[in-house]
């Protein structure tokens, strides 16, 4: 049976249908927005591929996410893709600054406005060190390797940083994006895994504290008496 959440409510981790692809999310900012990422790659591709002489800008780069080939795919091929299978509301995804500092923290090709991105290697670091990121594939992250203009950082199938050659297609993609966490989703039954916060809220605090003094008692009373506590933990 199907049932709806609001985004915000579902624990760090879950995943979710959302017509393309599978969605698993990887944080709750305060500002009301979650950050999620496809649960596996959506295709091979890429980074970027050498346009003909005559369209090349000057300062043109491979690994620059602003000119990359991916980047025009995801904002237009991907995100219409979501909004045609109508399981979120593409309206309320929202648009964000995207970090394109180097692999060593120099200042790489600045940041880019976009609904639709790739994380960073600062964003890999934190999530998968949380085990969020795992998958058997490599990967693009939208970082440029510094002191080259054609290799951009990637992710190897054991987890671990690699770059490659922009121009290579054997990478795959994982689209990253932030929208609105108050909206609502249709979910199945075992799609739903309520955050903590979210099991809590139809307690008030004072009943909180009561059944946390509660179960103080009950616990005394019984090392007192040398049993064991086998009350379930969850109220």
Request: hydrophobic share 35%; aromatic share 10%; no cysteine.
């Amino acid at each position: 049976m199907a049932v709806k959440a609001k985004i915000k409510d579902l624990a760090i981790g879950s995943e979710f249908n959302a017509g393309p692809t599978t969605l698993r999310i990887l944080d709750h900012f305060t500002d009301g927005t979650t950050l999620v990422i496809t649960s596996e790659s959506i295709g091979d591709r890429p980074f970027s591929v050498f346009p003909f002489l005559y369209e090349r800008s000057e300062g043109f780069n491979l690994n620059d996410w602003r000119t990359s080939t991916i980047r025009k795919d995801l904002n237009e091929n991907f995100l219409s893709a979501l909004m045609a299978a109508g399981k979120i509301d593409t309206n309320r995804i929202v648009t964000t600054e995207w970090d394109l500092s180097d692999h060593k923290g120099g200042a790489g090709y600045g940041t880019s406005q976009d609904k639709i991105g790739l994380l960073s290697q600062k964003q890999f670091e934190k999530y998968a060190e949380q085990d969020l990121l795992e998958l058997d594939d490599w990967w693009w992250l939208i970082t440029p390797y510094a002191g080259y203009s054609y290799r951009a950082r990637s992710v190897d199938t054991d987890g671990t940083l690699d770059h490659n050659s922009a121009y290579v297609g054997g990478l795959g993609v994982r689209p990253a994006f932030r929208l609105e966490s108050g909206i609502e989703i249709v979910l199945e039954e075992d799609e739903v895994n309520l955050s903590d916060s979210a099991l809590l809220e139809g307690f008030t605090t004072r009943q909180l504290v009561e059944e946390l003094f509660r179960r103080a008692d009950r616990n005394e009373s019984l090392l007192d008496q040398g049993g064991e506590d086998n009350e379930d933990d969850d109220f």
